[in-house]
């Protein structure tokens, strides 16, 4: 089935989640799930699958093993799509709405050293500050899984390009709140219309940074 629009129950979901996360529940109100969020998250993937590939839908459970925090579900559903060499667009849903992003979200060692690099030579440097630039423009959040607070190793503090030599990847994100819109098909064209406008950021990784070869 085409995407039609998030359930109207879905916000709902996660916001009482917070409160009650348990599996007894999570097994009570399972169906809720079900229908008002992942059903039509799986949609939403399916429809934009011909442009941008097969996604990787996450799991409802939490990995407790190493965690302090042993609550069992993940208060958000998330799904990712990687492209060749590097990119990748991503989408969420929680009680605070949909967040939709992409770019290069902590690299691997091999993929940093190539970032940094890339950050550090003046073309391609200057072509990452426009493309950033850009994106704030269109309001996204520019930004990255961690930054170090001196420069890495073999780069000056006074480098032009500092604060994104410092970063250990790079994305862009829109935090969308929650409305009715969310239960409608226009849903999707937030959606796209992010994933649309970080193509530059994604076309930079693939040129400039690409795949991981490291060993997992």
Same mark, same amino acid.
Request: hydrophobic letters at 35%; proline letters at 4%.
């Given at each position: 089935?085409?995407?039609? +629009?998030?359930?109207?129950?879905? $916000? @709902?979901?996660?916001?009482?989640?917070?409160?009650?996360?348990?599996?007894?529940?999570?097994?009570?109100?399972?169906?809720?799930?079900? =229908?008002?969020?992942?059903?039509?998250?799986?949609?939403?993937?399916?429809?934009? @699958?011909?442009?941008?590939?097969?996604?990787?839908?996450?799991?409802?459970?939490? =990995?407790?093993?190493?965690?302090?925090?042993?609550?069992? /579900?993940?208060?958000?559903?998330?799904?990712? $799509?990687?492209?060749?060499?590097?990119?990748?667009?991503?989408?969420?849903?929680?009680?605070?709405?949909?967040?939709?992003?992409?770019?290069?979200?902590?690299?691997?060692?091999?993929?940093?050293?190539? /970032?940094?690099?890339?950050?550090?030579?003046?073309?391609?440097?200057?072509?990452?500050?426009?493309?950033?630039?850009?994106?704030?423009?269109?309001? @996204?959040?520019?930004?990255?899984?961690?930054?170090?607070?001196?420069?890495?190793?073999?780069?000056?503090?006074?480098?032009?390009? $500092?604060?994104?030599?410092?970063?250990?990847? $790079?994305?862009?994100?829109?935090?969308?709140?929650?409305?009715?819109?969310?239960?409608?098909?226009?849903?999707?064209?937030?959606?796209?219309?992010?994933?649309?406008?970080?193509?530059?950021?994604?076309?930079?990784?693939?040129?400039?940074? +690409?795949?991981?070869?490291?060993?997992?």
């Amino acid at each position: 089935m085409a995407f039609t +629009g998030f359930g109207k129950g879905a $916000i @709902a979901f996660y916001e009482e989640l917070a409160g009650n996360n348990s599996r007894e529940w999570w097994h009570a109100n399972k169906r809720r799930y079900e =229908d008002d969020v992942r059903r039509p998250m799986e949609e939403l993937l399916q429809d934009v @699958a011909e442009e941008y590939g097969e996604a990787k839908l996450f799991r409802p459970n939490r =990995d407790t093993r190493f965690s302090k925090d042993k609550t069992p /579900y993940k208060t958000n559903t998330a799904a990712v $799509i990687f492209g060749d060499g590097g990119g990748s667009v991503y989408l969420s849903l929680s009680a605070e709405g949909l967040h939709v992003g992409g770019g290069g979200y902590h690299l691997d060692r091999d993929q940093l050293a190539r /970032y940094r690099a890339a950050v550090d030579a003046d073309r391609s440097g200057k072509e990452l500050e426009a493309i950033t630039a850009e994106l704030r423009r269109a309001k @996204a959040d520019v930004t990255s899984h961690s930054s170090l607070k001196t420069a890495p190793r073999g780069y000056s503090a006074d480098h032009p390009r $500092i604060a994104l030599l410092r970063q250990d990847g $790079i994305i862009g994100i829109w935090a969308h709140r929650p409305g009715a819109w969310l239960q409608k098909p226009a849903a999707k064209g937030r959606v796209l219309d992010g994933w649309r406008a970080l193509r530059p950021l994604n076309d930079w990784m693939v040129e400039y940074v +690409g795949d991981s070869h490291s060993a997992r």
